[in-house]
């Protein structure tokens, strides 16, 4: 169930990737919070299965098919998802992959860099789209799906790690480009999961001495000993920055295992500018 006291009625989301994995879980909960959720993603007959899964709950959602890294067709989605729920107040970027797996010098170029225009330019294309509507009506919320692969090292992941630590300071930019405006930016990690990518990844035959092999080996062992987050967590947070209650809090790098009140409270004390964002320590 959605987080208690969350009331998303009268508000229009879009979820990238909403196709599967946390990308659904996103979707189904924002729609029982009582938000019209427009689902995007390339897959049009995966998305009518997300779309089935919401209005079978009595939600109310639209299917666009879009690829995120071509412009014009995510204009065109944007202006077609509008047209049928209404101006969007809530952009979830969610769509992105995991790229190659190896060694930077043994990794294909083109697939590496593929990487980076469906983690960075797809959220930024989608950006670029709404956020004139946000800024003129002066209200809205971003919120881009990160990990902690952008702020700790992840070898053999380059393309990702790398890509998603661009994304974390594309919104941190972002954020202070729009806060006069009354839109809010934020990063969030949803924990290390079991779905979507993980499930992917280790649905593939690899050797095990490979670098797709031994990262393989340790989502195993995450997965084993634990370690693995419920998306319904992912998605309680995810409401809770819908919600508006931690606008004071835009442009921060979250995850799912922080006190989202907490952190308001020291930012709110201190007003340090600096709080859990991207920066070079002294």
């Known amino acids: 169930m959605p987080v208690e006291g969350i009331d998303l009625r009268g508000k229009t989301a879009l979820v990238t990737g909403a196709s599967g994995g946390i990308g659904r879980v996103f979707a189904q909960y924002l729609a029982r919070a009582g ?5 995007t993603a390339r897959s049009l007959p995966r998305l009518n299965e997300t779309l089935d899964l919401i209005r079978g709950e009595g939600g109310k959602a639209v299917a666009v098919a879009f690829d995120v890294i071509n412009q014009e067709a995510v204009n065109q989605g944007i202006r077609q998802a509008e047209e049928t729920l209404g101006p969007i107040d809530l952009l979830v970027n969610n769509a992105g992959e995991g790229g190659p797996i190896d060694n930077a010098w043994d990794t294909n170029p083109a697939q590496w860099w593929h990487t980076f ?19 003129s009506r002066r209200g809205g919320t971003i919120v881009n799906i990160a990990s902690h692969a952008g702020v700790y090292r ?30 809010s930016v934020f990063t969030l990690h949803p924990g290390l999961l079991a779905i979507g990518m993980t499930e992917s990844l280790l649905a593939l035959e690899t050797q095990p001495d490979s670098p797709t092999g031994q990262v393989a080996e340790w989502f195993r062992r995450q997965i084993a000993g634990g370690r693995t987050v419920p998306p319904e967590r992912g998605a309680g947070a995810l409401l809770a920055l819908a919600s508006g209650r931690y606008s004071s809090l835009s442009g921060c790098y979250l995850t799912v295992d922080d006190d989202l009140d907490a952190l308001a409270a020291r930012m709110n004390d201190n007003q340090d500018g600096d709080l859990l964002m991207l920066r070079l320590r002294k």
Do not use: D, Q, R, T
């Open 154 to 183: 992840w070898p053999s992941c380059s393309a990702y790690s790398a890509s998603k630590a661009a994304l974390i300071k594309f919104s941190e930019n972002l954020a202070m480009e729009a806060k006069e405006h009354n839109v």
């Open 117 to 135: 225009e469906l983690n960075v330019l797809g959220p930024f294309l989608c950006a670029h789209a709404i956020l004139p509507g946000m800024v």
């Open 35 to 39: 938000a019209a959720v427009a689902l």
